[in-house]
């Protein structure tokens, strides 16, 4: 049995943040090309890794929970999940995560934010990164990466330029030389 694969997928601005200062994505495409290509995804996992801050957005914006896959959520300060179907993890998330990929299953996703992503990649454990780059400078907001303790080296496996100006990256991770 080969380990599940880990996906961090996001969506950010050309000058690399995730969403404004308040949390608002009114900034991001969506159309059929992008519903193609997350459709496509979405066949291949079926589990979904978030951070408590992405889960408060995504109950906020009325999806607390993501149908057809397991949904984990990683907080130190909630005490319930929002919704019946979340499992809420209170400890460390990069152990969690790395039983969580010896077990049976599909592909992994981590969803949004990138201070989960974070502590991940530098566990060693996502490996693949796809980025949807939408062509707005939104001169601040909640950053993509926070500073981590080491490079992080990435092989692109894919790039595409779609049809509403955003261009579709997917990279390999490369692991510690």
């Given amino acids: 049995m080969s380990p599940r694969k880990l996906t961090f997928g996001v969506a950010c601005s050309l ?77 460390e998330a990069a152990g969690f995560v790395r039983n969580l990929k010896g077990e049976e299953g599909k592909g992994i ?12 990649f530098q566990a060693d454990l996502i490996d693949e990164f796809g980025l949807n780059i939408h062509p707005v400078l939104l001169g601040s907001g909640i950053p993509l990466f926070h500073e981590m303790r080491r490079q992080i080296d990435l092989d692109l496996i894919e790039c595409k330029r779609l049809k509403n100006g955003c261009v579709y990256l997917l990279y390999r991770v490369g692991r510690e030389r």
């Fill in 109 to 120: 996703c981590v969803m949004g934010g990138g201070e989960l992503a974070r502590s991940l």
């Fill in 15 to 91: 000058d690399h943040f995730i969403a404004r200062a308040d949390h608002s994505v009114d900034w991001l495409l969506w159309d059929d090309e992008v519903g193609a290509i997350s459709g496509d995804f979405w066949k291949t996992i079926d589990t979904v890794v978030m951070g408590r801050k992405t889960y408060e957005v995504a109950v906020a914006k009325g999806t607390p929970v993501y149908p057809g896959v397991r949904n984990i959520v990683f907080s130190r300060t909630l005490r319930e999940p929002m919704h019946r179907d979340v499992e809420l993890v209170s400890g």
